[in-house]
């Protein structure tokens, strides 16, 4: 089983982000659970959901200890780092998580300058995607093209289809990152 927490502002994607990762995980024939939850501003406010997939029935889709935490920003990543679960994985947007992220000495710690990156590309609302990008590269049991696809049908059946080229570059901007950019304990 693999438990996933994506959390930040309401606004930022993240729970986008997570759907498009339990949707990938569907389309691989896994059992998924996608539980969201934010707060009542929406844009702004804080949000997070907690995506749980594998082959096995899911009894419990509420969180429990995290695999992996994307955490967009500094609240997120203080509320939930006691979530991940040992020798876990903390994915950060070091562009808004600017505090000391070294907290546990067991966890691998990748940041990714994604907001950034998302402006270098001309798509300054793709910092979610290429974080999807990145979250399915670390999974590693998805390959880029099945992922792409997953995420296009799904932005398609929103009726969103006119940013699929857009969404196509950042997610294979953050798929490709984590071959390109990251050693066994970081990514800068």
């Known amino acids: 089983m693999n438990e996933i927490i994506f959390a930040g502002f309401g606004g930022q994607g993240v729970l986008t982000v997570g759907l498009i990762i339990s949707q990938i995980a569907v389309s691989k024939g896994n059992n998924a659970t996608w539980m969201p939850s934010y707060?009542?501003?929406?844009?702004?406010?804080?949000?997070?959901?907690?995506?749980?997939?594998?082959?096995?029935?899911?009894?419990?889709p509420s969180q429990e200890e995290a695999?992996?935490?994307?955490?967009?920003?500094i609240p997120s990543f203080m509320k939930f780092i006691d979530a991940v679960k040992l020798n876990g994985i903390v994915v950060i947007n070091s562009d808004t998580v600017t505090c000391d992220v070294h907290v546990r000495e067991d966890l691998r710690i990748i940041k990714i300058p994604c907001s950034s990156m998302?402006?270098?590309?001309?798509?300054?609302?793709?910092?979610?995607?290429?974080m999807a990008?990145?979250?399915?590269?670390?999974?590693?049991?998805?390959?880029?093209?099945e992922s792409m696809e997953c995420m296009n049908?799904?932005?398609?059946?929103?009726?969103?289809?006119?940013f699929e080229a857009k969404n196509m570059e950042a997610f294979k901007l953050g798929f490709r990152y984590v071959d390109g950019g990251c050693n066994e304990n970081t990514c800068n």
């Open 153 to 162: 049908d799904m932005f398609r059946k929103k009726g969103k289809s006119k």
């Open 67 to 73: 695999d992996i935490l994307l955490a967009m920003n």
């Open 133 to 145: 990008g990145i979250i399915a590269r670390l999974l590693k049991e998805f390959t880029e093209d």
């Open 39 to 60: 707060g009542s501003a929406m844009r702004g406010g804080t949000a997070n959901c907690t995506v749980k997939y594998g082959k096995e029935f899911i009894y419990n």
């Open 118 to 130: 998302a402006k270098e590309i001309g798509n300054e609302k793709g910092a979610n995607i290429i």
